[in-house]
C-alpha cells in the first residue's frame, strides 16, 4: 500500500511530556498538511510543507508545537508540554502540485489519536 | 478566509431512501469544493470534487453534488442509500489560486438504517 502513512496511531501521555509524530506522504507528493481534529468537528489546518519549505502556519499552532520535513519526505510534528486540551486526532495529507498553484485534492493518512491524561 | 456551513450534524435514513447532506460556504474569492466521507475507523477518502466546468459532479458510489454559486452551496445528494454509506461526510473549500489549504465543515453523520 503506497498510501499516506501515521505513526504511532495511538498516543497516551500525561500532561507535561512531549510527544512526537511521524508521517510518510505518497512518495511523490511534494506538499504535505498536517491537521487537528477534535471531537465533533471537522479537520482544522495546522501548517503544510512544501518539499521542505514550511510555507504556513495556523495561529492553531501555538509555540510548543513544531513541524519539520527535513529532507522534503516524511515529516514530523512535535507538541512540547502537552496539555490536556492538545487530546485529539493528528491527521496528515499530501498532495502533489508541479508549481506555485492550487491544490486539486489532498490524500490522507490514518490519522493518530492523541490523549493526554 | 473562507468558511463552511453544514448545519446537520446527523441525518438518519432508511436504506433505499434518498438522502442530501447539505453544505453552504463562504468565501470572498473563487473556490474549489470537496466532500471528503471517513467511514468508522478510517482516514478521510475523497468522494468527489467541484474545480471547473460543469457544476454536477458525481462519484463512482452514486453520490453526487452541485455547485451553487449564486446560493454558495455544494449539497451532496444519493437517489438511494445503502447500510455501507453510514459514514460521516464532511465538505471542504479551498482558494483556487495560489497556495491553499482545505477549511473543513464539521461533518455530518449519516446514519443508514434496515
Known amino acids: 500500500d503506497t498510501g499516506v502513512s501515521q505513526d504511532p496511531r495511538h498516543k497516551i501521555t500525561k500532561r507535561g511530556q512531549n510527544v512526537t509524530f511521524r508521517c510518510d506522504p505518497i512518495?511523490?507528493?511534494?506538499?504535505l498538511y498536517w491537521y487537528r481534529q477534535t471531537l465533533g468537528q471537522g479537520p482544522e489546518f495546522l501548517t503544510y510543507?512544501?518539499?521542505?519549505?514550511?510555507?504556513?502556519k495556523s495561529r492553531l499552532l501555538s509555540d510548543r508545537f513544531s513541524a519539520e520535513r527535513p529532507k522534503g519526505s516524511f515529516s514530523t510534528l512535535e507538541i512540547q508540554r502537552t496539555e490536556q486540551g492538545d487530546s485529539a486526532m493528528y491527521l496528515c495529507?499530501?498532495?502533489?502540485?508541479?508549481?506555485?498553484?492550487?491544490?486539486?485534492?489532498?490524500?490522507f493518512g490514518p490519522g493518530t489519536r492523541l490523549t493526554v491524561t | 478566509a473562507q468558511s463552511v456551513t453544514q448545519l446537520d450534524s446527523q441525518v438518519p435514513v432508511f436504506e433505499e431512501a434518498p438522502v442530501e447532506l447539505r453544505c453552504n460556504y463562504s468565501?470572498?474569492?473563487?473556490?474549489?469544493l470537496f466532500w471528503y466521507v471517513q467511514y468508522p475507523n478510517q482516514g478521510l477518502q475523497l468522494l468527489l470534487k467541484?474545480?471547473?466546468?460543469?457544476?454536477l459532479v458525481e462519484s463512482i458510489n452514486g453520490f453526487e453534488a452541485e455547485f451553487n454559486k449564486s446560493q454558495t452551496s455544494f449539497h451532496l445528494r444519493k437517489p438511494s442509500v445503502h447500510i455501507s454509506d453510514t459514514a460521516e461526510y464532511f465538505c471542504?473549500?479551498?482558494?483556487?489560486?495560489?497556495?491553499?489549504?482545505?477549511?473543513f465543515g464539521k461533518g455530518t453523520m449519516l446514519l443508514v438504517s434496515p
Open positions: 495529507a499530501s498532495s502533489f502540485n508541479p508549481g506555485t498553484g492550487p491544490t486539486y485534492e489532498q490524500y
Open positions: 512518495s511523490e507528493h511534494n506538499r
Open positions: 510543507f512544501q518539499n521542505e519549505a514550511q510555507l504556513e
Open positions: 468565501s470572498s474569492v473563487s473556490v474549489y
Open positions: 467541484y474545480l471547473s466546468g460543469s457544476t
Open positions: 471542504a473549500v479551498s482558494r483556487n489560486s495560489g497556495y491553499s489549504t482545505l477549511t
